[in-house]
């Protein structure tokens, strides 16, 4: 396969994240974001750090399974890296993303990489699905990067789906994000320009209602930087994330 000569933004966050599964074109654009706002690749590193205290948490409530949807690269502390014993099936909609994660991850037991629209759980790689996970039986469901191309509608449709689809027990870990972005002009016109469609940035009130039945954790909604971290709160939140779950039984 030909250098790929257009950047793709899993391959850009692990160039951040200090992976070497990226290119030359990749390096650059991370490069040039970064001399828009030096912090950015800080704010990937604090996302994933909160994904692995996240995942580690829903692991000492029992579950050994988890669906990481929207994945990018299964590199750099990600989920399978973080509960080595759990089982994982990495997910997005990039063929590139999928062949790559296929690839790193042919040799991992427990562990693959297959097709899932983020935004509709039905399109979920049943073959896949089922060869790494019970579905059947509690999971924890990683949502990370995935709300901020999706008006508040559609992502609470989606919630709600995934709702209905996990197992009661489940766990969401989930990220927002947050409206700081808005306050660097310069890097979000470039981020809009790229991504070629409206961005949106929430904070806690305006995220609590999108969880509709996700009960959260006496963890609330938080910057993802102070979630179960003794870390200072940050003066501008880019992030916000929070775990919920799915009660065994619901009242009527």
């Given at each position: ?8 933004s ?10 070497t599964?990226?290119?030359?074109a ?5 490069s ?23 995942v ?34 990495y997910?997005?909609?990039?063929p ?24 509709d ?31 508040d ?10 709702f ?36 949106h ?17 006496d ?17 501008k939140?880019f ?14």
């Amino acid at each position: 396969m030909s250098e790929p000569q257009i950047p793709n933004s899993g391959r850009i966050i692990d160039h951040w994240l200090g992976g070497t599964h990226h290119y030359p074109a990749d390096a650059a654009a991370a490069s040039e974001f970064a001399g828009l706002y030096p912090g950015f690749p800080q704010v990937y590193r604090t996302l994933r750090e909160f994904v692995g205290r996240a995942v580690r948490a829903v692991a000492d409530e029992g579950v050994d399974q988890f669906l990481v949807l929207g994945a990018g690269i299964p590199t750099q502390g990600n989920v399978h890296e973080v509960v080595p014993r759990a089982r994982v099936l990495y997910t997005d909609i990039d063929p590139a993303n999928i062949a790559l994660g296929r690839e790193i991850l042919a040799t991992t037991p427990g562990v693959d990489y297959a097709y899932c629209d983020a935004s509709d759980p039905g399109t979920l790689d049943q073959e896949s699905a089922e060869r790494i996970l019970d579905l059947t039986a509690r999971l924890g469901v990683v949502v990370v990067g995935i709300s901020t191309s999706l008006e508040d509608g559609a992502l609470q449709d989606t919630l709600s789906d995934l709702f209905d689809w996990a197992p009661p027990g489940s766990f969401l870990v989930a990220d927002f994000d947050g409206e700081a972005l808005a306050s660097l002009p310069t890097i979000l016109a470039k981020i809009l320009d790229q991504a070629g469609q409206p961005l949106h940035l929430r904070g806690p009130d305006r995220i609590r209602p999108l969880l509709g039945r996700w009960q959260l954790t006496d963890d609330g909604i938080c910057a993802v930087d102070v979630w179960r971290s003794p870390t200072p709160h940050p003066d501008k939140v880019f992030v916000y994330g929070c775990v919920s779950h799915k009660p065994y039984e619901m009242s009527q």
